[in-house]
């Protein structure tokens, strides 16, 4: 499998770099849901055409990742689930749903999956668990009020990404996540209690629930393991044991 981009996300991937040898999984591109320039969006898209071309006329299969976080699924009402249509709620959000329509129109044999918040060894700095951790570690931490995130460990999406693509699965998106969005506050109390830190609040309002379907992974993957009500807590306890010993 060849891997394009050289982030944590691909560094992940490469475990599989010895399997697939069709498929090309585009792991690179704008990370940051807040920050990003319009250039930054432009090359995106321009590295995503180039890629999805090279596919097409080598007859490889493209795994495109894109997102199943809040800035895709967290417009009132939304189910989260691929079939149905959504209304993103940043500029993030619009590029990814964009780029997913590139590689479909491309014409590329694909697979496009929509990722939860990934957590794993060496992810940017500012990203959702180094973020929180920094600050409840400096002893104070911005909570938006209602805001919800559904983490998924790096190990368990190359798991599951094997098992989609062990089942040649194609022309589809498909939701990779835990199915479980927990409120921000339960991810800081338990980064404090793992911590031994009480961390001040500061609460921000603007935010609010969404959620995440995986009905269709389990039509996919049907005897794939499930995601209990307290996974997050281990995504968390496997990121922080990381970083100790970094």
Wanted: hydrophobic residues 40%; contains cysteine; aromatic residues 6%.
């Amino acid at each position: 499998m060849e891997v394009v981009g050289r982030g944590f996300l691909g560094r992940g991937l490469a475990r599989l770099a010895d399997a697939y040898p069709d498929v090309t999984v585009l792991a690179a591109g704008v990370s940051s849901t807040r920050t990003a320039a319009d250039d930054e969006y432009r090359r995106d898209r321009c590295r995503v055409a180039e890629v999805a071309g090279r596919c097409r006329r080598d007859g490889r299969l493209l795994v495109y990742l894109s997102s199943a976080a809040a800035d895709v699924y967290g417009a009132p009402g939304c189910r989260g689930r691929e079939d149905e249509p959504v209304t993103p709620r940043s500029a993030y959000g619009r590029h990814k749903l964009g780029l997913e329509r590139l590689v479909r129109d491309s014409g590329v044999r694909h697979l496009i999956v929509r990722l939860g918040y990934v957590v794993g060894p060496g992810q940017p700095d500012h990203q959702l668990l180094p973020v929180l951790t920094r600050a409840v570690l400096a002893g104070q931490v911005d909570v938006f009020r209602g805001a919800y995130r559904d983490l998924i460990a790096l190990d368990d999406v190359v798991r599951i990404l094997d098992r989609l693509l062990d089942a040649r699965v194609d022309g589809q998106v498909v939701n990779v996540a835990s199915g479980r969005a927990v409120p921000v506050e339960d991810i800081v109390d338990h980064l404090e209690r793992r911590l031994g830190v009480v961390a001040q609040r500061r609460f921000v309002d603007g935010h609010q629930r969404y959620q995440v379907s995986l009905a269709k992974l389990r039509r996919l993957v049907p005897d794939l393991a499930g995601f209990g009500p307290h996974y997050y807590r281990d995504v968390i306890d496997r990121h922080l044991a990381l970083s100790r010993s970094a």
